[in-house]
């Protein structure tokens, strides 16, 4: 059976500062990763994905993901953060289509001034 | 707008109640599907319907009933439920149900169940 594990339910982090949101994987087959934000009082939002390719994969807001399969990670990087980055994260994890996504309990960022 | 939405956006209920959430996508969308939100825990899918077939039901309790009378709709029909039934409850389509394929949420419906 697929897990995620978001080690880390909230993250604090000031404005322009760089940030990484942790999340792990279990799986004994090819997987499909995703990340998806959710916004207050919204629904989730897909941020970026890897399905097979490049390793490194970015979002048009400046985020960007590394798959390592070695180490079974997909973290979430952002060099320089916004306000308007404040939101809960979900990675989540796939193999066989979407119906079978594993979403992690996600990790709250938390960006001030 | 995401494509998707969902009314009511609030609902509270006794546990008496019967009420349905509904939900509507505008994206052409051939799969749709429910989650359930809950504090603290992971998304929990809930139902899975492709091409108006539900083709998942992850041990749903029976106080929830599902209904996709076209590709464009679905509901989810409540009665009797408990409080801990109270939750966040998101729909979401995409195109087809294969990996990798990019799904579209709804706002969800807060539900309160007193």
């Known amino acids: 059976a697929q897990s995620v594990t978001q080690l880390d339910s909230q993250v604090p982090v000031f404005e322009e500062a760089p940030v990484e949101l942790r999340c792990n994987y279990s799986?004994?087959?090819?997987?499909?990763l995703f990340w998806y934000v959710q916004y207050p009082n919204q629904g989730l939002q897909l941020l970026l994905k890897y399905l097979s390719g490049s390793t490194l994969v970015e979002s048009i807001n400046g985020f960007e993901a590394e798959f390592n399969k070695s180490q079974t990670s997909f973290h979430l990087r952002k060099p320089s953060v916004h306000i308007s980055d404040t939101a809960e994260y979900f990675c989540a994890v796939s193999d066989t289509g979407f119906q079978k996504l594993v979403f992690g309990t996600g990790t709250r960022l938390l960006v001030s001034p | 707008e995401t494509g998707v939405t969902q009314t009511p956006r609030h609902l509270v209920m006794g546990m008496t109640n019967k009420k349905s959430l509904k939900c509507e996508q505008h994206l052409g969308h051939n799969a749709m599907y429910w989650y359930k939100q809950s504090a603290k825990k992971p998304l929990e899918l809930m139902f899975v319907y492709s091409l108006e077939e539900r083709v998942e039901n992850n041990s749903v309790p029976s106080r929830f009933s599902p209904e996709c009378p076209n590709s464009s709709h679905l509901f989810l029909h409540l009665h009797t439920l408990q409080p801990e039934d109270s939750a966040l409850y998101l729909c979401?389509?995409?195109?087809?149900?294969?990996?990798?394929?990019?799904?579209?949420f709804g706002q969800g419906t807060r539900l309160t169940v007193v």
């Open positions: 979401a389509s995409s195109q087809e149900t294969g990996g990798g394929t990019e799904a579209f």
């Open positions: 799986s004994s087959v090819s997987v499909y």
